[in-house]
């Protein structure tokens, strides 16, 4: 008997998988009651979304189904009703129509419910839980929006695996096109199914997790998941979910507390207890506890939380950290810990207390394994934090740091190079005994070398440092041991002259400045003269270069009187 019920239904089904997908594609067509026709389509997509599966369905055939589809038949011949005469603007009244469509989508609403319900009792197999083909890249908006729809009501009715495998699918279009993320965020309850998941079992709570991720990453939908209330859903992955699902959850509170605003939402829901935690523990995988550090990062601007994270004592943590041998954990760690102690003294009493100096100083070591990226984010660090006393800048320079510094100066990468240039420049503007031992180190050839760089900013960054050294008499000395220092710079100087003149943006005042330093010597007055280039700022409206003209006739005037004294 059971047998019989089966292949009677499979015709039965056939029809209702027929009539409901040429019942949605007439609904495009009829102008009149738009709104009420757009619901019925959308219970269409559902209920055709369900009954196709069933066609897949091996063995386990539910009497329940037949008596089920044979009611689904009934409406959808309604349905068509209605539509043809809609269609054909040949009905009575439109008080009457809508009460009539209300009724068709009321009947729709309960067939799905009923599948839905037929479907959890488990009648779907392993191997039932298959999924639509996904329409091509060339294809419409409607076969994309149905082919969605289609992935929502599997992700509705189907069992656990069926809801996984729609889960995959839809995060495979998601990554390959981005108008699958906007149909995602627009179809109602679409995105709340998703945040349900989060709490769901742990091989769709990863799927989900790695939904919420692709949809983070567009700034505009952030405010849709936030007001979601998506925030306790990752933050409970963060503390129970597998790695996977840990990774993408910590990767989309990174990118929703971009916004500041977000970050008491992440604090009050115990995501920065559950961060930590991840952190402190050496159990989990680099891109976690990046990813982990990036959060952190973007809430230690709240003082509260950043005041719990040091009583935590969590600062000793983030320096461990920064001897990973993950690049992303090293750079993470360092941008955390800039952020944390920056403008926070307690902070960085315990960053020097606990060796974090010697830890970054190991990093920018061209000796160690560190990638060009860490070495970058160490200077950086060492720039904001190792200025603020002398006992920070005593463990620096005791940490055989110069060594370093100079090495990457000559030898770096441009960025490594940039960033090494920036902390030389802070360290010439320290008191003389620091300027004199950069002197003896060899920093001022290298300072020589980036006045002829391309970009402005290092030409006067390089200048600006080799001013202060040669501003020490003993450094100055030096420096004019090498006659071809002062050849050069005059050289330089002719071609920022060329080009101010194509109105490009020049940096002769800070080269002028160096040759104003260095006219007490006669050989270096006798050189400027010589080169011509007086008498071309004797034209111009120069106020830097008239006062090099204006100290050089000085010191000439000082000459010619010495000269005249001692004879």
Known sequence: MGKQSEEESRPSIERAIESISCLISLSHSIKSFSVKWQLIRSKLEELYSGISAVENLDSGFDPSLSSLVKAILVSLKECHDLASRCLNVSYVGKLLMQSDLDVIAGKLDRHVRNLSMIYSAGILSHGFAIVVSKPSGKACRDDMRFYVRDLLTRMKIGDVEMKRQALVKLNESMEEDDRYTKMVVEISDMVNILIEFLDSEMGIQEEASKAMLLISGFDSYKPVLIQSCVVGPLVRVLENGNVVGREASARCLMELTDNSENAWSVSAHGGVAALLKICS?????????????????????????????????????????????????????????????????????????????????????????????????????????????????????SSQFLVHLLYLLRNGEFIVQESALKVTSRLCSLPMEVKRIMGDAGFMPELVRFLDAKSLHVREIASDALCCLISVPKNRKKFLQDDGNISYILQLLDEEEMRNEKNDLGGTKFLISILMLLTSCNRVRRKISASGYLKSIAEKEDSDAKRLVKKLSKNRLRTILGGIWHS
Do not use: W
Request: hydrophobic share 40%; glycine share 8%; with cysteine.
């Open 281 to 397: 523990c050496g159990e989990f995988g680099g891109e976690l506890i990046a990813s982990s550090c990036g959060v952190l990062r973007n809430l230690v601007g709240v003082e509260e939380i950043k005041r719990y994270m040091i009583e935590e004592d969590m600062v000793s943590t983030f320096i461990k950290l920064i001897g990973s041998k993950d690049e992303i954990v090293q750079v993470n760690s360092i941008e955390l810990l800039t952020s944390l102690c920056s403008r926070d003294e307690q902070s960085r009493e315990i960053l020097v207390r606990e060796g974090g100096i010697q830890e970054l100083v190991l990093v920018a070591d061209p000796n160690s394994v560190s990638s060009s990226k860490a070495k970058e984010m160490a200077l950086r660090a060492i720039h904001n934090l190792c200025f603020g006393s002398v006992s920070y800048l005593n463990t620096l320079m």
